[in-house]
């Protein structure tokens, strides 16, 4: 045997780069016809030479996203119910989580690319602000009066992956990854979803112009495996809102309205599966993902009744004011402190300093301050604002 290799005396071990082929080659026997392909992906900027490296464009993909300070972030971001202290309500970190996990099992079953899902799923909120759509509103309504457009946490998330992390660099993530990101709208109540392939990078970037500038404009995503996730993140929420709400005190589960509870059941757990079941079921072998026609419409209900009765409810929305009251103080502070150059303000300290010459350029003083306020975690914001005005948290056992 050969000490150096491993090998023994007249084997050859294959390169890496020709095992990673190998496995590209094998997708072909196992990935359903409207799958994408790993060698599909593209990126901005080529990276690959022959034998630099053995991973797959997506499962590449998924590896940036989990090292990258944005997702680390995840930790400390509301999902529905913010400044509540308790240990078994659901954050950002858990959701994507759990997208990831329905998305692949619904992917698997499909024969759809699961690195492109796990992907997708990972970053899909990365762009959320502190305290869950409550902030990015306020947030959008800041942005919207100083000239920049809308804020959404989807465009967000790419601006966060493909412009903000590694100093202004980005992560030069696929094509496919931003666009099913960008496009993972799970608010937006579709029971079919075709996927509207042939996109460029060109028309990623128009997509996201659209949307900051027509809010109202559907985006669909270009793969499958996009459309997939997109269904999973709804998958993951609806029950579990409900669960979160329930332990809360602040609905009965059998507030939960009867033609829901026949059709979806009344738990997390007989939610998610119904849910999978009927999108496994209807869509397999089909070049679309859907709901057949009756879960589709229970879940349409579903989602009215926790607008009604979680989402709207004024004890989740308790701190709205005096939230809005400390985005506007940190919105104006850091513009003020970008146009004095104040180089001691955290702006420039844990944001700015050694950002990319490309960043700097590109961005003007209002959508650095976006970016800034966007990334923050919910107890990041709050050491940032004067102690007086920081609302307290409600202890909830």
């Known amino acids: 045997m050969d000490k150096a290799t491993g090998n023994h005396k007249g084997q050859v071990r294959p390169s890496l780069d020709a095992i990673r082929t190998a496995l590209e080659d094998r997708e072909g026997a196992f990935l359903a016809e409207p799958a994408t392909r790993s060698g599909q992906g593209v990126r901005r900027r080529p990276e690959r030479l022959a034998g630099t490296d053995y991973r797959q464009s997506f499962s590449q993909d998924s590896d940036r996203i989990l090292h990258s300070l944005a997702y680390t972030r995840y930790i400390d971001k509301t999902q529905v ?77 790419v601006q966060f992956l493909d412009r903000v992390e590694r100093k202004g660099i980005g992560w030069n993530l696929c094509l496919q990854t931003l666009d099913g990101i960008l496009c993972h709208d799970g608010e937006v109540h579709n029971r079919r979803l075709i996927p509207d392939g042939g996109k460029t990078f060109a028309d990623l970037d128009r997509e996201i112009h659209d949307k900051t500038w027509l809010p109202e404009v559907d985006l669909l995503p270009m793969t499958m495996e996009g459309c997939v996730v997109r269904m999973a993140d709804t998958i993951a929420y609806i029950g579990r809102d409900l669960e979160d709400a329930i332990r809360l005190g602040m609905i009965d589960r059998g ?62 929305k308790r701190h709205l004011e005096q939230i809005g009251t400390l985005f506007e103080l940190l919105f104006h502070q850091y513009l003020k402190d970008i146009e ?27 959508e650095v301050v976006r970016d800034f306020i966007a990334g923050m975690t919910d107890r990041y914001f709050l050491r940032q604002c004067p102690e007086k005005l920081r609302p307290q948290p409600l202890a909830i056992d």
């Not at 119910?81 to 079953?109: C, E, M, P, W």
């Not at 759809?112 to 899909?124: K, M, R």
């Open 81 to 157: 119910f913010y400044l509540i202290r308790n240990d078994h309500i659901t954050h950002r970190v858990l959701h994507v989580q759990l997208v990831s996990k329905i998305a692949r099992t619904i992917g698997r079953f499909l024969g759809l690319n699961e690195d492109l899902i796990e992907a997708v799923s990972l970053g899909h909120d990365i762009g959320h602000t502190p305290f869950g759509h409550d902030g990015e509103k306020i947030l959008s309504d800041l942005c919207h009066a100083h000239g920049v457009g809308q804020f959404h946490h989807n465009v967000q998330s």
């Open 255 to 316: 507030d939960i309205p009867r033609p829901i509870r026949e059709v979806l059941g009344s738990t997390n757990g007989t939610i998610v599966y119904n849910l999978v079941t009927d999108v496994i079921h209807n869509s397999y072998q089909q070049a679309y993902v859907t709901f057949s026609e009756g879960v589709s419409e229970a879940l349409k209900t579903l989602k009215a009744f926790n607008l009604e009765r979680i989402y709207l409810n004024p004890r989740v």
């Open 340 to 366: 004095n150059q104040d180089h001691r303000s955290v702006i420039f300290t844990n944001f700015l300093s050694d950002m990319s010459e490309d960043y700097l350029q590109s961005q003007s003083k209002e």
